[in-house]
């Protein structure tokens, strides 16, 4: 058969009894070798795999709570380390906890941290500028980065404090401040040909 140990090579043989000879305990620590062998960038490779396709989830739940304080209780940081089963039905509507308000919302891979602060101001009534929002003890920002990019799976639990440092306002003028910005950016292109209502004379 091939591969048996009388068609090793010599070089293998030397090397080995030259280990034992060199090591003063006699003691080998055993090696595995695959035939072929495991490539390491094929295994890097599949688990990026894997984690894109767990990434790219669409109409998923996950868990936002509102804390009131300075520090989380440590019951709210060990479920932000840890994932939840994506399956399980939860209620979309607030409910109250012992340290605070916790609603589940409907989010995909692809929405923004942008659109998900925008969320938990609907939910919870926090502003979105004084949202500090936490997975685990790691803070979530870069409003124009996804839930994606910061590996945020289906089932996960966040948490939220209110910095209190911005003034309440309502909702309704942050779409409204959106929806101006949109217009004036519209605005900037008047007169050039990347407008969509275009009237020209030809002289």
């Known amino acids: 058969m091939s591969g048996s140990s009388g068609e090793m090579p010599m070089g293998e043989e030397h090397r080995s009894s030259q280990d034992e000879v060199n090591d003063g305990n006699g003691s080998r620590q055993p090696v595995v070798r695959t035939i072929p062998e495991i490539c ?20 998923e739940d996950i868990n936002v709570t509102f804390v009131r304080g300075k520090e989380a209780p440590r019951s709210i ?39 998900l602060k925008m969320m938990i101001w609907e939910s919870l009534g926090v502003v979105k500028e004084n ?37 309440h306002r309502d909702i309704a003028d942050e779409l409204a401040d959106r929806k101006m910005d ?15 209502n275009i009237s020209s004379e030809v002289v």
Request: with cysteine; glycine share 6%; net charge negative.
């Open 77 to 115: 940081l060990e479920a932000s380390e840890t994932t939840s089963e994506p399956d399980q039905r939860a209620s979309k509507r607030s409910r109250k906890t012992s340290y605070g308000n916790s609603v589940n919302l409907k989010v995909s891979g692809s929405t923004s941290i942008y659109q």
């Open 131 to 167: 949202q500090i929002l936490r997975k685990g003890s790691r803070i979530i920002d870069q409003e124009c980065a996804t839930l994606a990019d910061f590996n945020i799976f289906p089932g996960d639990k966040l948490w939220v404090q209110d910095s209190e440092i911005h003034e």
């Open 182 to 196: 949109a217009q004036s950016a519209e605005e900037g292109f008047r007169g050039t040909l990347l407008t969509a």
């Open 40 to 59: 390491k960038d094929c295994i890097g490779e599949r688990e990026s795999c894997e984690l894109m396709q767990k990434l790219n989830y669409s109409n």
